[in-house]
């Protein structure tokens, strides 16, 4: 990642963390890199909870993350990214999961055998931290075009309101 993408990420980053501390919430980033063997992508995910659960969320996903996969591997299992870059934390190639909480570092964790890694593990740590019922997170269905501008319509309000 190029220094300006880099900037512009954590700039729009910032932001948000701004705009939902004004709502009383939280920000949790997570982000998974996976299929790097045929289709090399990242997505960024960016989710408010309430300010108790941000509080609480690390403890959360560390837990998470120490049991996750089998109870032996090579790589170390949590990787804390105080004052590192996930891109320079995980070595270059490896799948990885990596979590922040708002402004603050997280963590990160190399993922050594994705079938037994679920595809919504950051979903399932956080609708369990919301006592949300599994069919709301587990299989997520494509959104309906209108609930699709509905969000885009709350976030431009947010971002007008508080930028």
Not at 3 to 12: R, S
Not at 87 to 100: Q, S
Request: aromatic share 10%; proline share 5%; with cysteine.
């Amino acid at each position: 990642m190029n220094n300006n993408v880099y900037h512009l990420c954590y700039n729009l980053r910032k932001n948000l963390v701004k705009i939902f501390a004004a709502e009383d919430e939280d920000v949790i980033f997570f982000e998974c890199a996976s299929n790097l063997d045929r289709f090399p992508h990242m997505q960024l995910h960016c989710v408010p909870v309430p300010t108790e659960t941000g509080e609480v969320a690390p403890i959360y996903f560390k837990k998470a993350i120490m049991e996750c996969e089998s109870e032996w591997s090579s790589n170390k299992k949590v990787v804390d990214l105080k004052g590192k870059n996930v891109r320079k934390a995980i070595p270059k190639g490896l799948p990885y999961f990596a979590v922040d909480f708002g402004m603050q570092p997280g963590y990160a964790h190399v993922i050594e055998e994705k079938r037994l890694f679920p595809n919504n593990f950051a979903q399932e740590i956080i609708g369990g931290m919301l006592d949300i019922d599994h069919s709301k997170w587990r299989k997520l269905h494509k959104d309906s075009e209108e609930n699709i501008q509905k969000k885009a319509t709350y976030l431009k309000n947010l971002l007008q309101k508080h930028l």
